[in-house]
Every structure is written in C-alpha cells, then in structure tokens.
C-alpha cells in the first residue's frame, strides 16, 4: 500500500476511559489499512469501556497498560514507546488526561509515555459538555494549545450522558484526515507539488424535489470525491469541494459548498471559477422533475398516482469542459459503468469534451458503489492506463499525484 501518505508510519494510540473508546476501534483499523503500524495504551478507566483483547486484535500487537509491568519494561520501557513512534494521538483524551498532559503530571503508563515523548501529539478531547466548558479544562486546553499539542474535535452534538453541546470525540474519519495532515506536512514542509493550483472538485449525489418533503436521488457516497479533496488539498492545491449531500465531514484544509440539486452544483462551480483544475466526481441526477410541487403532494381516494414529468440536469462536467473562457487546463470526469468499461468511457471522454476520465466498473457484483475499494483505469488523450485494485483513499492519492506530475512535466516541457 506504498500510495498512502500514513504507509509505515508508526502511531502511538492512547486510548483514555471514556464512552467514546469504541470509536478508537475504527480509527485502528483505518490506520491499519492505509499502512500505519499502531501501538496502544490503554489507560486504567479504558479497560472500562473496551477490552484490550478488542484493540490488540485490531492493533496486532499487545496493549501497552501498566507503568510497572516488568516485562513491558524489559520489552519496550514507557521512553522506548513514545520514542518509538512517529505520532502520539490521544483518543479519547478524557477531561483528566488533559490535566495530567498539562500539568506534567506522570502517574500510569499513558501519561508518562505523553511526557517523555519529543514528538507531535494530537489529541481527540471527548467529555460532558460541562466538563469540556469548565474552566480548568478551557485554562489546561490553552496550555496544551501553547505547548504545542494539536487537537481535533471535539465536535457539538447529542452525548452519551442526554446532554448536548461541545465534548463529543471527533468521529474516526477526522481523526484519520487530522493524522493525515500531519504527516503530510511533514511530507511537504514547502506546500506540496500542487502549490499554487487552484482545483475544483464535484462529489456526492444531487437531490432533485419532487414537493417540499420529497426528492430523486442516488446511492452515492460521496467518498471518492471528498478522499480527491483531502488528498489535493494535502499536496498543497487550493481546493475547492462542491458537494451535494452526504453524511461526511469537511476535509481539512478545503472550501466547502454544500448544495442539493444539479443546477445548484453548476451555479457553484461556476462560482468558484477560475480553477487550474475541475475534477468531476459527482453523481449528478441526469434528470430533475420538470416543476416540483409548492407543497406537499396529497394521496386522494380513489384517484390515480401523480406521473412524474422529468427534464434533462445540465450536464457539469460537459460544461465546464467546453467553456471559451475560464475552462479549467485539466478537466476530469468520471465513468461509472457496468458493462464494457472500457469502450464506454473513451466515448464518454470525448462526448463530454473533458481531457482524463476515471473508469470504473460499479457493477453490483463489484461492491464499488459505497463500498471502500475501488479497481480505476485512466483514459487520457493518449491511451489507458490500468490501475489495481485499491482503497478509494489510496485511488485519490494517486489521482493527485498523477495530476501533480502532469504539471510538473507540462512545466518542464515549456
Ligand atoms: N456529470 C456531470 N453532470 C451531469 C451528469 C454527469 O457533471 N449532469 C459528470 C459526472 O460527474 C462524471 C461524468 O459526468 O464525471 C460521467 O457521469 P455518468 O453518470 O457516468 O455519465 P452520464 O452522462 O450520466 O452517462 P450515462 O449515465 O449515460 O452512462
């Protein structure tokens, strides 16, 4: 997996005791599948909330407890752990392990490995909201914040205890995204090859009303596009995301224009022009209902199903590849198909008027459509290339860096 940015990185995980722990579960395994090693400390209270039975099978590798354990310390001392990685995160990091990071405090294993490391650390706060408003937390998150300790979360929502507000733990998926702009700065300290592009992307399904509470739309996930973004927006592209609704959160680092119908995508991607770039990941609705209701459509006895005239979306990705002024200088799109993959998507390429197109086969037999894997090939002006099977992260990162030595070459050619 040599196309993830967080390949062979080695993350010290410090799992604190709190309700959100389960979700440390996922990050490990995220972390796993795009190639970091992950080592775990559980604090006393985790053991509470998950087992390390649970994170070790996950892990691959025992869980990292008690401060005097022996043979730990024979193994790997407490120095040796934090030394050893690349990055600490703390998730959840409980009201207390805040208080102990900012105070030195270095009671049990957790937070003695948090004050003998030399290295980032990133924490993931996850508490009662009036904890996490208290203010002796708000006094140790400046100090934390001044120290330099990153932090991701905590998000506002409904909490495990009925109450609502600020303190609940940033979802697994911004953990990942925060790790992996960590690392890619660290990959990029000048800005990333993409520095100074500027770059439009399309992703997720369009909703198209029908009435008020009632709409057409589609399967998408919205994945593909928003691992695109993550992953130009961490090779240094300004990065612009216009994305119909999904339930995933805002990459870091990038615009966000969250919109609902077709022709309200074009109007934001018109908006966001000029653009080096326009990558058409969305799976706009091809067809809208031609005057949707004012209100509610009411079932009356007796009389027959209302029949839904459609009319045609604009079409995005044509549009933006044939503009005479401000047209993007790679323009991509996407094939979706089920069935001669290949012969499909040259037609599509040159039908659309776009310079690449992305094919792959969404097939249900296949398992691409909201699924994490992705098998691609590239159609250019010059031919195919066959990419193999791979996570949708790992299919963005190489998109961006294809795109990166595309301008790179290009400048080199002036
Ligand atoms: N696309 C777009 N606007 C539309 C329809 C499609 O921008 N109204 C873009 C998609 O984002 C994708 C590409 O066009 O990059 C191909 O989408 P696809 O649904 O495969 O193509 P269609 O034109 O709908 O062709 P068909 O459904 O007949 O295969």
Redesign the pocket.
């Given at each position: 997996m040599a196309e993830s940015i967080l390949s062979g990185r080695r993350v010290l995980l410090i799992i604190g005791g709190g309700i959100a722990a389960y979700k440390s579960l996922e990050l490990i395994r995220r972390l796993r599948e795009r190639g970091a090693s992950v080592r775990a400390i559980m604090t006393a209270a985790a053991h509470e909330f998950v087992t390390p039975l649970s994170v070790s099978s996950l892990s691959g590798d025992k869980v990292y407890a008690d401060l005097f354990d022996l043979t730990d310390e024979a193994e790997m001392g407490h120095i040796e752990l934090s030394r050893d990685a690349d990055l600490l995160v703390v998730a959840p990091a409980t009201a207390d392990l805040m208080a102990k990071m900012a105070h030195g405090i270095a009671g049990d294993l957790a937070s003695t490995a948090l004050l003998a490391t030399d290295k980032k650390v990133l924490i993931a706060p996850a508490m009662n909201v009036r904890m996490w408003t208290h203010r002796a937390t708000q006094r140790n998150f400046e100090t934390l914040l001044a120290d330099g300790v990153d932090f991701v979360g905590p998000n506002e929502g409904d909490m495990a205890c009925g109450e609502y507000g600020p303190g609940r733990m940033a979802e697994p998926a911004e953990i990942l995204a925060a790790i992996e702009a960590h690392f890619a700065a660290l990959a990029f300290p000048g800005g990333g090859p993409l520095k100074g592009k500027r770059v439009l992307i399309?992703s997720g399904p369009t909703h198209e009303p029908i009435d008020p509470v009632r709409y057409l739309a589609n399967r998408s996930s919205g994945k593909q596009g928003y691992a695109i973004a993550q992953a130009m927006a961490r090779l240094g592209a300004e990065t612009v995301l216009v994305s119909g609704p999904t339930n995933l959160p805002s990459p870091p680092g990038v615009t966000m224009t969250r919109v609902e119908t077709?022709r309200e995508m074009l109007s934001a991607c018109e908006a966001a022009l000029p653009a080096d770039i326009a990558i058409?990941?969305?799976?706009?609705?091809?067809w809208r209902v031609a005057s949707d209701a004012e209100q509610k459509l009411k079932k009356q006895p007796g009389e027959q199903a209302p029949a839904l005239m459609l009319v045609e979306?604009?079409?995005?990705?044509?549009t933006l590849s044939h503009l005479t002024t401000n047209r993007p200088r790679l323009v991509i799109?996407?094939?979706?198909?089920t069935e001669k993959v290949i012969e499909?998507a040259v037609a599509?390429r040159q039908r659309?008027g776009c310079d690449w197109i992305v094919a792959n086969d969404v097939s249900p037999a296949t398992g691409v459509m909201g699924g994490d894997l992705n098998t691609v090939h590239l159609i250019t002006r010059e031919g195919q290339e066959d990419w193999p099977l791979l996570p949708k992260q790992a299919v963005a990162e190489r998109l961006a860096r294809r795109i990166a030595d595309h301008f790179s070459t290009a400048k080199a050619a002036e």
């Open positions: 399309t077709a058409c990941a969305a799976a706009v609705a091809d979306n604009p079409d995005i990705l044509a799109g996407f094939a979706a198909e499909h599509k659309k």
